[in-house]
C-alpha cells in the first residue's frame, strides 16, 4: 500500500546568479513498511529532501503525498497536526529535553498533543531499547547510544505514518552506529513501521531494503539493498 508520493519535487534557494537548485525534480514513491535509505554526499540534496517530507521546510514546488493527501495544501495548523502526529524524527543530536528522564522525554509528543500515554506501549519500547535499568535517568546521566535510543523511542510513541531519521548515527562510535541501526531494522520489522533514512555511509545504507541515491538535487539511483536479494 502506497503511504507516500513525492511528485515533481524541486526546491530552490536564492536568485539570480545566486541561485541554489537543491532539489531537482525528484519523483518516488514509498509503499508502507519499506525501509529507505537516501545516500549522499554533502550538499547532495538529501538533507533538504528529508525535512520537506516531514513538513519542516516548504518546497519551491511539486508535492508530497502521505496517505494520499497533499502536505503542503494544509493550512498552517494542519501542518503542524501532520508534523506532530504522522511523522517521527530522529536527529543526529539527539534533541533531548535535559531536565525530563527516559519515561519523560519519550511520552513527550503524546502529552504535547493532548493525548493519553499508552503505558504498555512505553514499556515495551523501552525493554525493546534495552533502557530499563536507564529509565529514571536524566540525558546527561546517559551515554550518546542511549540518549539516541531514547529519541527513537520518542520518534515511534506516536505510532508515526513516518519514521525520519538524519544521519541517526552521525555522532556516534562505530559500535553505538551498529546497535542503532539494529534498533531501526527491528521497528521496521517488528511494527512495520516506514522508515526513510538519510545517510552518506553505504555500509549503513545496506541495513535498509531500498537504496535510493541523489546528487545534485536528483535521484540518479533507486533499487533494492544488496543485502536484500541474497
Do not use: W
Not at 514546488?61 to 494544509?74: A, H, M, P, Q, T
Not at 501542518?79 to 528522564?101: E, S
Not at 535517568?137 to 513516518?162: F, K, T
Not at 516506514?194 to 538535487?217: E, P, Q, S, V
Amino acid at each position: 500500500m502506497e503511504i507516500l508520493k513525492v511528485e515533481n519535487l524541486s526546491k530552490k534557494y536564492g536568485k539570480g546568479s545566486t541561485e541554489v537548485k537543491a532539489l531537482d525534480n525528484v519523483n518516488f514513491i514509498v509503499e508502507k513498511g519499506e525501509f529507505i535509505a537516501i545516500v549522499g554526499a554533502s550538499g547532495s540534496g538529501k538533507s533538504t529532501l528529508l525535512h520537506i517530507l516531514g513538513g519542516v521546510d516548504k518546497p519551491t514546488s511539486g508535492s508530497v503525498f502521505v496517505n494520499e493527501k497533499d502536505v503542503y495544501n494544509l493550512n498552517e495548523n494542519d501542518l503542524a497536526i501532520y508534523r506532530r502526529r504522522q511523522v517521527g524524527l530522529i536527529y543526529q543530536f539527539y534533541n533531548l529535553i535535559p531536565i525530563l528522564n527516559v519515561e519523560e522525554n519519550m511520552s513527550l509528543p503524546i502529552l504535547l498533543d493532548g493525548k493519553k500515554i499508552d503505558s504498555n506501549y512505553l514499556e515495551e519500547l523501552i525493554t525493546i531499547l534495552g533502557l530499563n535499568h536507564r529509565k529514571g535517568h536524566l540525558p546527561n546521566e546517559l551515554s550518546g547510544g542511549e540518549q539516541q535510543r531514547v529519541s527513537i523511542g520518542r520518534a515511534l510513541m506516536n505510532h508515526p505514518d513516518l519514521l525520519l531519521a538524519d544521519e541517526p548515527t552521525g555522532n556516534l562510535d562505530s559500535k553505538a552506529s551498529l546497535e542503532i541501526m539494529e534498533l531501526l531494522k527491528l521497528s521496521n520489522e517488528k511494527y512495520n513501521q516506514t522508515i526513510i533514512m538519510i545517510t552518506h555511509d553505504l555500509n549503513l545504507a545496506k541495513y535498509a531494503k531500498r537504496i535510493i541515491k541523489i546528487a545534485d538535487g536528483k535521484i540518479i539511483s533507486d533499487e533494492v539493498s544488496d543485502e536484500n536479494t541474497k
